[in-house]
């Protein structure tokens, strides 16, 4: 039973235009999230993270919101660019100090040029 | 960059024969963690070590042994590899107090 569920397996965006990607957990005591990017060939990239605390977390061009309620997390990428073409994972961990981590599948993300 | 690196970047082997990958950290970070990759799976842990000769078992550690004699290194051993075990293996490390991981480059194992 996947805990961490990234149902779209892929995400296709014009660029300029934003992308959105989406993640659902099934357990409550998960409370730390982490979004990651990985390029072929590459080890994967950490890229934001959000804690149950908070609802929305910005870096740059990517904000990650949290609905705890809906078990829910999504990763807006605005303007969509070339080189976010990618796969995302989302990941998440319970309560801080078992420092262990739930992947989802990963969706891939072409951004058209 | 976490200072993470992973040795052999690729690895062709038979079935049957043992394996040994290595993972390598020069920041002294006390948690160190493998996963395996697979298409429609993501990322799997497969064993984590807290500490030097500290390690525990992940979700698909079925397989696999690890040790860590040594902080920087944290080695994942095939006893017996098998063609189940064909995969992309990662280790990560977890920096800061909000324990997020950081990966190396990736080993890309094919068991024949």
């Known amino acids: 039973d996947q805990q961490v569920k990234q149902n779209s397996p892929s995400l296709s965006v014009q660029e300029g235009r934003i992308s959105i990607l989406n993640c659902d957990y099934t357990n409550s005591m998960f409370d730390y999230f982490l979004w990651y990017k990985k390029y072929p060939a590459e080890g994967p990239t950490f890229l934001i993270s959000?804690?149950?605390?908070?609802d929305k977390n910005e870096d740059g061009r990517f904000t990650v919101f949290l609905n705890k309620s809906a078990k829910h997390l999504s990763l807006h990428i605005v303007p969509s660019q070339p080189g976010d073409s990618a796969v995302y994972f989302c990941?998440?961990?319970?309560?801080?100090?078992?420092?262990?981590?739930?992947f989802g599948t990963g969706t891939r993300l072409k951004v058209l040029a | 960059d976490a200072g993470i690196t992973q040795s052999p970047r690729h690895k062709v082997t038979e079935t049957g024969t043992p394996v040994t990958l290595r993972c390598h950290q020069t920041e002294n970070h006390r948690y160190m963690y493998w996963y395996r990759q697979d298409p429609g799976h993501g990322l799997r842990l497969i064993h984590y070590s807290y500490g030097v000769k500290d390690t525990d078992k992940g979700e698909v550690s079925d397989g696999y042994s690890v040790s860590r004699s040594k902080t920087e290194d944290f080695l994942l051993t095939l006893e017996s590899a098998t063609s189940s075990q064909t995969s992309v293996y990662f280790c990560?490390?977890?920096?800061?107090?909000?324990?997020?991981?950081?990966f190396g480059p990736g080993t890309r194992l094919l068991v024949l």
């Open positions: 990941a998440a961990s319970p309560t801080s100090g078992t420092y262990k981590y739930i």
């Open positions: 959000i804690s149950s605390i908070k």
């Open positions: 990560a490390i977890s920096v800061g107090h909000q324990e997020t991981q950081y």
